[in-house]
């Protein structure tokens, strides 16, 4: 039994009633006491058909300390000779049945007759990666003789085999769900003094899982809302007053009232009265229930950026906000609305096509903050130790600085980061290994760096101008424009892209200073005359490595080997015939070839026939880019100065050739 608080040994708790039980599970639960502290009996529970039953036990030192577990498990026997889904419902059953704190959320014991109950469960948990570990056993492995290490052993094989960081949808559980705890509450106690919420980030900060998160919370405490997905065609689609028509329903459907026959009465002339006459009258019939609207994908009913042609470029928008802010200003314990979106600009506008914006200033315009660094320790080591890892906090540091704080970025690294840790669990995350794995960070998140960078390059194209000049410390242009206009750096600080501290601007996601840079390595501006040197050396090698590849590829495909040696040959002059080896590998080695870059350009000009779809322009147009690449990129032509003109002409061939070599490349 349990001894003191720090300690918990095996046992059974005094007032367990063993007799609700049948004889196989008094058996299961006497063996289980030798090694856990039964401590509940729980209830007998009826789902549809079936009935099961459930109990808690509480882990001693050894599984507590392995797996990260302090709170007690909940049992579920399924005494069923095949596996139901429904079973896993019994847990959630047993999450309401007592307090919050004292169960267990990330996992629970299934004990099932059904043989395969373990491929059963997993299969069916592949759909479902937000929901809790099960950890699996049948009836004959507890009834028969196990050893000391048994139950151990299945925890490991189904937390240490289970990535609990590679959640790509937004999460709709708590299970999962991190340190927005404060903000949650925040925006709860808003809506319930009768204010409004705007909740902008960029894609994949979290705001969707917000929303998830404010609804559980107000289901859970028995409040009203009404969830608006602008991006489903069946929201943006709607017209101003249809929409209005749609959340007078939905507001009598969640009061579980009889939804009033509207017939024509929500054409567009009577539509706000009528809006305001429904919700009145709903508000009334049910002891006044306030109700909160959340809208999430603002800016696809949106001006600008609406998906339909009513919203985006038609007054939609201004009409359906002048009849809820109309609304909300004569009936304020009515209701309250939630704006969450991307693009902040549906609230920080005054007008929009000559008409005042009604939600400038009526809205407060609030940015989803990253996290900090506690937050992060405490999400990364906590689903790291389920799964048998520990994060040293130097790296955890180094999340939190390299991809600023930003949860979804955080959890994919430490998703490659537990594939790239071999052998034995539990085990340690050094830096060794986040260096080992940061390597490769582009190419883990490069994707996600676009989308999220996408919402400048789309909507706020000076600040995404911005924020390339700080990637590439041209730090003079960059402070210039911040002076001549906060604009410039106001969605830049908001979205949590940059900082600014009293020595001026940097970025606060690392990796995509990096993803800038790469991106727009060859843009900077004002070089000197050594930098462009070094720009055309390094563009220039690299083009003339991979040309010999394709032109080698190109003559293979078209005329086989043998005859490809030959037509290379043959473009180049008897004396330079000559002197190269008979062999196709040896002159096209990417390294080591002995032709020269003039060579190459010989070849291709004189075999255009079977290069002009690649190059995709007139022979003599590829003939003056190759030659002028050649003459600026030689090692001699280095003493010599270069002009601007020369230079901006060069990196123009060079973007272009580039383009053709990654597009036949790949």
Known sequence: ????????????????????????????????????????SGEHVQMARSEYDFFLVKPTAAISEMFNLEREIVVVFSPYNKFEPRSLDVFERARQRFEAMRIETVCYIIISLDPLVETAADNLLKSQPEHPIVIPFTYDELLNSYDDYFFRNRFRKHFYTRDLFSFLSPLKKDTYFFGRSELLQEIVNRHRSGEHTGLFGLRKSGKTSIVYAIERHLKANGNLFISIDCEMPSIHQLRWNELLRKIVKDYYTVLGLEIPKTGDSYQEKNAATTFSSDMLKAFNASSKASVMILFDEIERISPKTGSSVPWRDGVDFIYFWQTLRGFFQRNPTVLTYMLVGTNPSCVEEAFFSGHENPLFCSVPSQYLPSFTYPQVLQMVRKLGR?????????????????????????????????????????????????????????????????????????????????????????????????????????????????????????????????????????????LSIEEKWTEITIRRNK?????????????????????????????LDGDRRTKLPNDLAIIFDREKSPLFFLDLINIIIREWEYFKNIFECEKDKANIVLREINKFGRPEAHAKAISTDEFTQLRLHFKMLEGILSTWSS
């Open 543 to 571: 083009i003339e490595r991979e040309l010999r590849t394709l032109v080698k590829n190109t003559l293979v495909t078209v005329v086989g080997r043998s005859k490809a040696l030959q037509n290379a040959l043959a473009s």
């Open 1 to 40: 039994m349990e001894t003191d608080k720090t300690k918990i040994n095996p046992g059974i708790h005094k007032d367990f009633r063993m007799e609700r039980f049948g004889s196989n599970e008094q058996r299961i639960i006497s063996k289980m006491k030798n090694e856990w502290y039964v401590t509940s």
């Open 386 to 526: 389920y799964m048998g890892l520990n994060f040293d906090e130097i790296v955890c540091a180094k999340l939190t600085e390299d991809l600023g704080g930003h949860p979804f970025l955080i959890r994919q690294v430490c998703s490659h980061l537990q594939k790239a840790c071999k052998g034995d669990r539990p085990a340690v995350i050094d830096k060794a290994l986040y260096e080992k794995v940061n390597i490769n960070l582009n190419d883990i998140a490069g994707e996600y760096f676009e989308m999220m960078l996408t919402v400048l390059r789309e909507w706020y194209p000076d600040e995404y101008e911005m924020l390339t000049l700080l990637a590439q410390r041209d730090l003079e242009k960059f402070n210039r424009l911040a002076q001549t206009n906060e604009k410039y750096t106001k969605h830049l600080l908001g979205y949590g892209l940059i900082h600014h501290g009293p020595n001026g601007y940097s970025f606060a996601l690392e990796a995509v200073r990096i993803h800038l840079m790469k991106i727009h390595e060859y843009e900077k501006l004002n």
